[in-house]
């Protein structure tokens, strides 16, 4: 096992001269939004609903993401990371008295239903530390309640500024609370029951939190820099599709959060989820909405109509935005066949408790599809009708107004990408190149076996470049790889370049259609010259 450091990531592989490249998941969908409680802009990996109402409170009717990841799951879906972001939230704060002073903490997470308490004791301490203290922290399910959800114990912790067991120092590191102010001029008092009904003696937090006001378009795009918002994810963090709710129930997102959120999705090799606005009513009225949207991508998908779901906190069916459920739908039909098969041209239908806000015909659904805009459906159609990306006219190939080629692009280039990152801890050189070469093939010729490309009769349907003609001399200490598959129409191709360096790992599209000869020679012909879709990459 080797480890190196790369600007941007962590990269620890096993390097082994027959090792394949693994499949990437391609059924986790991110989360941005409003939550009731829980860690701010890191993300959260979630397997169930369960797991969300642990972490994040569960339903909350400010929060449009706490019905979405209910219905993300409800319909199929099986992976989730969650963000949350606030917008002015304020956290509860903890009093430990200590003499005429008092040591206060501060919950690590802002927010009116962050429940802790603390305990301090001198348990096994000698008469002459009169400096050190013991610490308990948990957090409660609800204040009075003994159901502990989470707990964190600091023996001997010392309000001495030079001690290793600085209390400051140690709560640093704390997943619960953060010392606030400066630290008390004497250790803070053992607390005593004041409730008969609790076990043990401890200090309530104040009832000082504030759950912030409703998320903006700022909130949610966040800071680069600050690794907030949208952002929060790392490269760790790997999601495939990224479902923003709307910011209330009558707020849709912004086109400032659409834009950022989309170019993230390009840069992640992902897809984003976009939720069409509530006013959309109608087939009609969403085709004529569609044309003033102002927003299209080939890597950005929109299901309508709204949902019609089940609100246990009002106790009555309500609208609800479609993507969740869309999401899950996706998910689920991965876990019955590839995402590529013919089957998935048409969608399957919303599970029992989900159902459309309104009835699509057979033809509006064709028509829909054909402007970028896909339908959910109660039962399974009669007539097949092809997923769309939200790309419309402006895709930058025809390919790509599909879902499921678009899908197989992202999903090719992804595992590739991250599948030869071992090459950074290798020598470049002809031995080498040959390796990857191989390895990419492999790789390649397992996906036409199962199906995943466009048939060609009597020709290939993918290439793998790695040799001195995508590596001249003057890049040797970079190691370039060019591979791609075949697109819908004859002689043209999909190519991404990835290079592999001192500065980490990128990947880019090229465009080598163009250089094909009129016979649509494909780029694994020996006397392929790359070195024109090069040029450019070289000259940066």
Same mark, same amino acid.
């Given at each position: 096992m ?9 990269v620890?592989?096993?390097?082994a001269a ?7 998941d391609?059924a986790t ?26 972490v994040?409170?569960g339903l909350?009717q400010p ?38 002073a008092a ?6 997470c802002?927010?009116?239903r962050?429940f ?15 400096d050190?203290f ?6 409660v399910?609800a204040p ?6 989470d707990q964190?114990?600091y023996?001997?912790?010392?309000i ?16 619960l ?6 630290v ?5 008092a ?7 009904r ?18 903006t378009?700022?909130?949610v ?5 600050e690794?907030?918002?949208?952002f929060?994810?790392g ?8 479902c923003i709710?709307?910011?209330?129930r009558?707020h849709a997102?912004?086109?400032?959060a ?9 840069e992640?090799?992902?897809?984003l ?5 509530a ?9 004529e909405?569609?044309?003033?949207f102002?927003?299209a991508?080939?890597n ?5 109509p709204?949902v019609?779901?089940y609100d ?13 459920a ?6 689920r039909?991965?876990?019955e ?5 013919p ?19 057979d033809?509006?659904?064709?028509r829909?599809?054909? &402007?970028?805009?896909?339908t /959910?459906?109660a039962? !399974?159609?009669?007539?097949?009708? *092809?997923?769309?990306?939200?790309? +419309?006219p $402006?895709?930058?190939s &025809?390919?790509w107004?599909? /879902?499921?080629?678009r !899908?197989?692009a992202?999903?090719v *280039?992804?595992?590739?990408?991250? +599948?030869? $990152? ?13 390796r990857v070469?191989?390895?990419v093939?492999e790789?390649?010729g ?11 009769p009597?020709?290939?349907a ?10 001249p001399?003057?890049q040797l200490?970079?190691?370039h790889l060019?591979?791609?598959?075949a697109?819908?129409?004859?002689g ?13 790992s ?5 465009s ?5 000869s ?7 012909d020996?006397?392929?010259d ?6 450019e990459?070289?000259?940066?």
């Amino acid at each position: 096992m080797r480890e190196r450091q790369v600007p941007g990531f962590q990269v620890a592989v096993e390097v082994a001269a027959g090792q394949s490249i693994a499949r990437v998941d391609t059924a986790t969908v991110a989360f941005v939004g409003r939550a009731l409680r829980g860690p701010v802009n890191r993300p959260v990996a979630i397997g169930s609903f369960t797991e969300f109402q642990t972490v994040f409170g569960g339903l909350w009717q400010p929060s449009t993401l706490s019905y979405a990841v209910e219905q993300f799951f409800e319909n199929g879906g099986r992976h989730a990371r969650v963000v949350r972001v606030v917008n002015g939230g304020r956290p509860a704060t903890l009093t430990l008295v200590a003499g005429d002073a008092a040591l206060t903490l501060e919950a690590l997470c802002p927010g009116t239903r962050e429940f802790l308490r603390a305990a301090v004791d001198y348990d096994n301490l000698a008469p002459g530390d009169v400096d050190k203290f013991n610490l308990v922290v948990q957090r409660v399910r609800a204040p009075g309640s003994e159901h502990v959800e989470d707990q964190e114990i600091y023996p001997r912790l010392s309000i001495d500024p030079n001690s290793p067991r600085n209390v400051a120092l140690l709560l640093a590191d704390s997943e619960l609370v953060r010392l606030r102010g400066p630290v008390s001029l004497g250790r803070p008092a053992p607390t005593h029951r004041g409730d008969a009904r609790t076990f043990a003696a401890y200090a309530n937090s104040n009832p000082d939190g504030n759950d912030g006001g409703p998320l903006t378009d700022y909130d949610v795009i966040g800071s680069a820099t600050e690794r907030t918002g949208v952002f929060a994810f790392g490269d760790g963090d790997a999601f495939n599709l990224l479902c923003i709710p709307p910011l209330a129930r009558e707020h849709a997102l912004g086109p400032s959060a659409l834009l950022v959120a989309a170019r993230l999705c390009r840069e992640r090799r992902a897809l984003l989820i976009v939720d069409p606005p509530a006013g959309w009513s109608a087939p009609a009225v969403a085709l004529e909405g569609l044309r003033e949207f102002q927003f299209a991508s080939d890597n950005a998908v929109m299901y309508f109509p709204w949902v019609q779901a089940y609100d246990r906190l009002r106790g009555r069916f309500e609208s609800f935005a479609p993507g969740a459920a869309a999401a899950g739908m996706l998910a689920r039909l991965e876990s019955e066949r590839p995402f590529w098969a013919p089957a998935e041209a048409e969608d399957g239908p919303l599970r029992p408790g989900l159902r459309p806000s309104c009835a699509v015909s057979d033809e509006w659904r064709e028509r829909l599809a054909n &402007a970028g805009i896909n339908t /959910l459906q109660a039962v !399974r159609a009669r007539r097949t009708v *092809a997923a769309r990306t939200l790309a +419309g006219p $402006r895709a930058s190939s &025809a390919d790509w107004r599909y /879902l499921g080629l678009r !899908r197989l692009a992202l999903f090719v *280039a992804d595992s590739v990408e991250r +599948g030869t $990152r071992w090459v950074l801890f290798e020598q470049p050189g002809p031995a080498l190149w040959w390796r990857v070469e191989r390895q990419v093939a492999e790789f390649l010729g397992a996906l036409d076996r199962d199906g995943a490309f466009p048939s060609r009769p009597a020709a290939p349907a993918w290439f793998s470049i790695c040799d001195q003609r995508v590596n001249p001399p003057r890049q040797l200490r970079e190691v370039h790889l060019l591979f791609g598959f075949a697109a819908l129409r004859e002689g043209e191709w999909h190519c991404w370049l990835v290079t592999h360096g001192a500065h980490g790992s990128r990947i880019q599209a090229v465009s080598l259609n163009r250089l094909q000869s009129a016979g649509g020679r494909p780029p694994m012909d020996p006397e392929f010259d790359v070195a024109t879709v090069l040029q450019e990459h070289f000259r940066r």
